[in-house]
């Protein structure tokens, strides 16, 4: 029997060009079992006919606050009691500013404040809306009282730009939806994830440093999150936007992460370890910018802390992952770690080779624990992050299990 059979989901199409991926989502949520209702925006029906909508889910599409033929059948307030799920997808920038004002001026914005059934949005927009802070501050307002962010991708838009506000393609949304309401939910679990480089200071204006652009830890952050939990990354400097996540803690240098992680490790309950730290730091830096003069220079450097090995030790320790980049030997180097430092599980790949590793926006892993391993083949890194954050979830569970 389909497990998802029976479960009442309400979605919400927003007046965005990616509505016209939703039809498509409802077909496939039906095809999972799943019984699904839409209500759209004005704006919404400027883009799809209703018509369509109603076709693939098999009941009538609601557009209007007041609609006396609809209300005689199911009010709005018996609308949002009927839903076990809230999904709005597209939610565009609008849509999400009116939730995230708590306004009530639609059909579907009074639903969202009448129904006490989870929230799930699938942003859609321009790169630019998507990034500009009054979007990020309704993002963080809406993520705070429990709504969950599916997106958006990175690609090219309608509008000819390429960058953040893709809406997730309809089949990711789906398998979110499914994951999220399964065993591999991580509702309610506390996770410190650590993303990007370190810079070890020479001078003031040089660093040592490495190619780590921290985007599989953000999308690790993002996909780990997806699932419920409570996210706190502490990330090196990056290009990056900030991740859905709860909090996010700015770092430099190798002792700075060390400090930020040991000062949060206690509150956490699962710890990811993402980021490249470096090993070795200068042990002087100049006060002053080091000028070109002699034919060589000389820096000794001193051995930095070892944050993934002194956080599995920890007693008791969190559920700890660690990553390993290498450039031969992935399996035997990534063991060795398992072993070596105690972990629950590591996640290694390739770095050097033509496809996938630091810079790329793909990348391939194979992932490590005592009892077994999966190879993650070559694929994008949000998918990747999305595929090993519900693998990391499926251990996280089953070793909570055994031990209640």
Known sequence: MNQNRGRRLLLGVGGGIAAYKSVDLVRRLVTRGFEVRVVMTRAATRFVAPLSFQAVSGHP?????????????????ALARWADLLLVAPATADLMARLAAGMANDLLTTLALASEAPLV???AMNQVM?????????????????????GPGVGEQACGEVGPGRMLEPAEIVEALIRGAGPSSLEGVRVLLTAGPTREPVDPVRFLGNRSSGRMGYALAESLADLGARVVLVSGPTALSMPRVHERIGVETALEMHAAVMSRVADCDLFVATAAVADYRPERPADGKIKKSAEGLTLRL???????????ALDPAPFTVGFAAETERVADYALGKLRDKRLDMIAANLVGGERGGFERD????????????????MMSKTRLAAELAALIAERYRERHAAST
């Open 121 to 123: 949005l699938a942003p």
């Open 302 to 312: 001193v051995r930095n802390p070892d944050i993934l090995s002194e956080v599995a």
């Open 61 to 77: 599409v609601r557009t209007e606050l007041f609609d006396s033929e609809a209300e005689a059948g199911m009010d709005h307030i």
């Open 130 to 150: 998507w990034r500009h802070p009054a979007t990020q501050d309704n993002l963080s307002r809406l993520v705070d009282r429990g709504a969950r962010i599916l």
């Open 362 to 377: 793909e990348n391939a892993l194979s992932v490590f624990w005592p009892e077994g391993s999966r190879d993650l083949p």
